[in-house]
């Protein structure tokens, strides 16, 4: 879950933007944008913790896009770190929704139920199962 707490810090970042670029007050589609757009990918990244809603990260892939789409649209009119933010953000925030919620664990049929399957630790101790194929164990002294 570690790329939805990374698109939570992104959101926040794109709900304070507004505030560290210093947006035109002129400019309200963009406070709105930004802070809409924000919102949503903080509320999409907190819903996909919930077991029935885990692929509602996958949403946050759609609000990158309107964000590139929205900054590539708007710059003929305006330029600069607000453009060029707003069009990073999308990108990496396209980046993180391809991420499955469980990144860091192998896929869900490669995983075997609690006790079942092969109980070999790795460990050369001899008391895991053997694979047949392999040499027998010899003890030579000299």
Not at 72 to 83: C, F, K, L, Q
Not at 93 to 121: C, H, K, V, Y
Not at 125 to 136: I, K, T, V, W, Y
Request: proline content about 7%; charged content about 15%.
């Amino acid at each position: 879950m570690w790329s939805r707490v990374v698109e939570i810090m992104l959101g926040c970042w794109l709900v304070i933007s507004p505030f560290i670029f210093s947006h035109p007050d002129n400019q309200v589609s963009w406070w709105i944008n930004d802070m809409a757009c924000g919102s949503a990918v903080i509320l999409f990244g907190l819903l996909s913790y919930w077991h029935p809603l885990r692929r509602i990260h996958l949403a946050t892939f759609a609000v990158a896009g309107w964000l590139i789409v929205y900054a590539y649209i708007r710059s003929v009119e305006t330029t600069g770190a607000v453009v060029q933010n707003n069009a990073a953000l999308g990108l990496l925030l396209m980046m993180f929704a391809i991420i499955p919620n469980e990144a860091s664990q192998p896929p869900e049929p490669w995983r075997l139920p609690a006790g079942e399957g092969n109980t070999d630790t790795g460990h050369e101790s001899g008391s895991g199962p053997r694979d047949a194929s392999a040499e027998p164990l010899t003890t030579s002294h000299r």
